[in-house]
């Protein structure tokens, strides 16, 4: 969470807010922000901590493990309409690329601002080309994106 | 975030429209729906929900929905105080 919070400014100014969520109660959370992640980042986490005991929100989210008692590291994407545009879900002991979720943020706002014409390709980066799906582009993708874009 | 009386309880979060806890005749409490394993998928609406929250020195109430407009990271971990 304190390398989410690190990003936080970044990620803010992209127009994304960010809430995180844990069956620990909000005592705990401002605990551990006193304690522990108000060391880890300069500030602490910046962003509201959600407290969900017995799991009712993760349920929903499908991201609750009822043998643990604890929710696993989901993370959602939801656009400004509400709609989830991206799941990304680990087990506890692998923690997540806060580099890659910006990079998917940007990547659903560019396909959000060109009204879904153009599509960003595997590891797309603002600059980098997009695909026009049509037509034209069935069977010539190879013509016009190449896999070393990717990395 | 909206305010959120401060108590002994421990507050908790829901689904909008489905109330977490409800007293039974016996003053005990009780899920007045049990909350099933549900699957969010991509496309679809995000369920709106409602949770207390700790931010900035504050205890508060916070719904999704009131970020309709914006976009929403929203970040599930397994616990504060663990390693990773």
């Known amino acids: ?3 989410v919070a690190s990003k936080y400014k970044e990620i803010q100014e992209l127009g994304a807010e960010i809430l995180s969520v844990s069956v620990d109660s909000h005592f705990v959370h401002k605990m551990w ?3 522990e992640l108000s060391k880890m980042v300069d500030g602490g986490v910046p962003f509201p901590m959600l407290s969900d005991g017995p799991g009712n929100v993760g349920k929903v989210y499908g ?3 009822e043998n643990a008692g604890v929710e696993m590291r989901g993370r959602f994407i939801i656009d400004p309409d509400g709609v989830v545009q991206a799941i990304e879900t680990l087990t506890p002991p692998v923690g997540r ?3 890659e979720l910006i990079r998917q943020v940007k990547a659903f706002q560019h396909v959000r601002k060109t009204k879904g014409a153009e599509a960003t390709p595997s590891g797309w ?3 980098k080309p997009t695909l026009t799906p049509g037509p034209d582009l069935v069977g010539k993708v190879w013509e016009v994106w190449k896999v070393g874009e990717a990395f | 975030m909206k305010d959120l009386k401060v108590g002994c309880g421990k507050p908790t979060g829901a689904k909008v429209g489905e109330k977490a806890k409800k007293e039974s ?4 409490t009780q899920m007045e729906k049990e909350v099933t394993m549900s699957v969010v998928r991509v496309g679809q609406k995000a369920p709106d929900f ?3 929250a700790y931010q900035d020195g504050k205890f508060g109430q916070v719904k999704l929905s009131d970020y309709l407009g914006k976009w929403v990271i929203l970040c599930f971990y397994p616990g504060d105080f663990t390693f990773v």
């Open chain 2, 25 to 28: 005749s016996e003053g005990q």
């Open chain 1, 63 to 65: 991201v609750y493990d």
């Open chain 1, 33 to 35: 922000q006193d304690n």
């Open chain 1, 97 to 99: 690329n806060v580099a």
């Open chain 1, 1 to 3: 969470m304190a390398a």
């Open chain 1, 125 to 127: 980066q603002p600059g």
């Open chain 2, 50 to 52: 409602e949770a207390p």
